[in-house]
């Protein structure tokens, strides 16, 4: 079965800098998708970005960004230019490609944005 | 477009008392609709999930279950509440092709006293 760690269970950082989430997973599959959600105070569930394992190109979506490195199976969220809107529980997550929807998700990392 | 709906936003249960989460979609058919449930400050467990009507797969055994009367209706049950179902109820959605990314309701807080 596939496990996501997400090693870091608080980081903060100051408004306006850039901050890195890391991620790691564990799989025998080679075709899997990859996903960061974000979980706001309101604690609704938001999709951040997404990346397909079998495109070496890192995902981008405006000031989020990824660091996909699929042989050392780690998916990192780098969140540039911070705002307080950013300030919220992210977590990693993992689906595999053979059929199966699920999926499983990392324990979240709680980002505190310092003004 | 679509969206998703979850009732009640809360709910106060005393143990042993019957439980009914229900959620529903908008703007989409045939859905892949899943529940989660997070407890405080822990991640997301996968209690059940639907392809569609009639067809529930569950991932943990326990004294919920899970019904899907309608294409685009999922209701979260519980004959009698334990302490331990205390938590946040998180129903999503996904289409049945591609991405399956998955798109969550607001959420359900229950607290089972």
């Known amino acids: 079965a596939q496990t996501v760690t997400q090693s870091q269970p608080e980081m903060s950082v100051q408004e306006a800098e850039t901050v890195t989430l890391s991620c790691t997973y564990d799989?025998?599959?080679?075709?899997?998708?990859l996903f960061w959600y974000k979980q706001p105070p309101s604690r609704q569930m938001i999709l951040v970005i997404r990346q397909e394992a079998y495109k070496q190109q890192n995902a981008t979506e405006n000031r989020f960004s990824v660091n996909f490195q699929k042989a050392a199976k780690s998916f990192s969220l780098k969140i540039s230019d911070s705002q307080l809107g950013d300030a919220a529980m992210y977590f990693c997550a993992y689906r595999s490609d053979f059929g199966n929807e699920k999926l499983t998700f990392g324990t979240g990392t709680r980002l505190t944005i310092i003004p | 477009s679509q969206t998703i709906h979850q009732w009640p936003a809360t709910l106060v249960q005393p143990v042993g008392s019957p439980l009914s989460l229900e959620c529903t979609v908008e703007g989409t058919s045939n859905p892949n609709l899943y529940w989660y449930r997070q407890a405080a400050g822990r991640g997301l467990q996968l209690l059940f999930y639907s392809v569609g009507i009639g067809q529930i797969s569950s991932e943990v055994p326990q004294n919920l279950s899970a019904s899907r009367p309608q294409d685009r209706q999922f209701i979260l049950s519980s004959k009698k509440l334990l302490l331990s179902d205390s938590g946040f109820y998180l129903c999503?959605?996904?289409?049945?092709?591609?991405?399956?990314?998955?798109?969550f309701g607001p959420g359900t807080r229950l607290t089972v006293t």
């Open positions: 799989t025998s599959e080679s075709d899997y998708y």
């Open positions: 999503a959605w996904s289409v049945g092709t591609g991405w399956y990314e998955q798109y």
